[in-house]
Nanobody
Framework: QVQLVESGGGLVQPGGSLRLSCAASGSIFSINAMGWYRQAPGKQRELLAT???????NYADSTKGRFTISNDNAKNTIYLQMNSLKPEDTAVYYCNAAIRLTTSRSVIRNYWGQGTQVTVSS
């Protein structure tokens, strides 16, 4: 099967920066796209940014230019660089991937990582 593992979360002061990583592994034929989401207690899970295998990116308005998504295709890994962090950025951050599992183009599944906690506080 496929596993997604996030890392890089932690405690940071307001105005600080963090860089999250998400590595995909397992029975992967190819990856169509990956993205970052976050969810705070009592709130809906929120899409932050996506990136295709070819490097095309898309961002939610909520990022306000502070976040940057990137990829390393050789490692099946994506990153989220977060700058100018605010207390309202506190949430569990999740990685998602749309993965082709076999030679059949119709066999595409979405996978989620376990999440990594980001806490922005002084």
């Amino acid at each position: 099967q496929v596993q997604l593992v996030e890392s890089g979360g932690g405690l940071v002061q307001p105005g600080g920066s963090l860089r999250l990583s998400c590595a995909a592994s397992g029975s992967i034929f190819s990856i169509n796209a990956m993205g970052w989401y976050r969810q705070a207690p009592g709130k809906q899970r929120e899409l932050l940014a996506t990136i295709t295998n070819g490097g095309r990116t898309n961002y939610a308005d909520s990022t306000k230019g502070r976040f940057t998504i990137s990829n390393d295709n050789a490692k099946n890994t994506i990153y989220l660089q977060m700058n100018s962090l605010k207390p309202e950025d506190t949430a569990v951050y999740y990685c998602n991937a749309a993965i082709r599992l076999t030679t059949s183009r119709s066999v595409i599944r979405n996978y989620w990582g376990q999440g990594t906690q980001v806490t922005v506080s002084s």
